[in-house]
């Protein structure tokens, strides 16, 4: 009963540098997100996808980039770590997006990223 | 466009004692409501979700919320309070068909013995 995994689950970056935060899930859902977690806040978007092959912008997109290769598999790529970026990420995949109540979101136990 | 505000950041309850953690919404048609809570160093758990089926939604651990259209409002409660319930509690609203969800700011729930 994996659900959805995330590594690494911690990661300390130094400004410049790039890394790809992993996400895959095991339920066969077609919607996968990443989301950050700022200190006290909610959580933001950053990107969606509503399948393989497919993803689109969420609220908060510049510094990051993503791709779904396969339906289970939606990695979180940084380019050049900035201290804005440091924050809690966490992936979450749905079967659907529609009202019929299918679209509950899982999410993962996240990762705790640290850019200096 | 949907948006959601939990009116209070912070609430302090004793064990044993009723729960009431309090949410608004805004949305320009029939919304889908979700309580998430998230316990230190974990991540999210839905609690409950609402979807236009009956307006009083029960979820776990004796957790419930009634969509309220009238007052645009859908807060949480439980009749009596453990101390596992402390945690981080957030009032999410899904934007359309893409299932975006949109997370209000948090209300920290603290349980006192």
């Known amino acids: 009963n994996a659900g959805v995994t995330q590594t690494p689950k911690f990661r300390i970056l130094k400004i410049g540098q790039s890394m790809t935060l992993q996400c895959a899930q095991d339920m066969n859902h077609n919607y996968m997100y990443w989301y950050r977690q700022d200190p006290g806040m909610g959580l933001k978007l950053i990107y969606y996808s509503v399948g393989a092959g497919i993803t689109d912008k969420g609220e908060v997109p510049n510094g990051y980039n993503v791709s779904r290769s396969t339906t289970e598999d939606f990695p979180l790529r940084l380019e050049l770590a900035a201290p804005s970026q440091t924050s809690v990420y966490f992936c979450a995949s749905s079967y659907s997006a529609s009202g019929s109540g299918e679209n509950i979101q899982y999410f993962g136990a996240g990762t705790r990223l640290s850019v200096l | 466009a949907q948006s959601v505000t939990q009116l209070d950041s912070h609430v302090s309850v004793s064990e044993g004692t009723p729960v009431l953690l309090r949410c608004n919404y805004s949305s320009s048609y029939s919304p889908s409501l979700f309580w998430y809570v998230q316990h230190p160093n974990k991540g999210l758990q839905l609690l409950l979700k609402?979807?236009?089926?009956?307006?009083l939604v029960k979820g776990i651990n004796g957790f419930e919320a009634e969509f309220k259209k009238s007052e645009t409002s859908f807060h949480l409660t439980k009749p009596s309070a453990h101390m596992s319930d402390a945690a981080e509690y957030f009032c999410?609203?899904?934007?359309?068909?893409?299932?975006?969800?949109?997370f209000g700011q948090g209300t920290t729930l603290q349980v006192k013995p």
């Open positions: 999410v609203v899904s934007s359309g068909n893409t299932g975006k969800l949109i």
């Open positions: 609402y979807t236009s089926a009956a307006t």
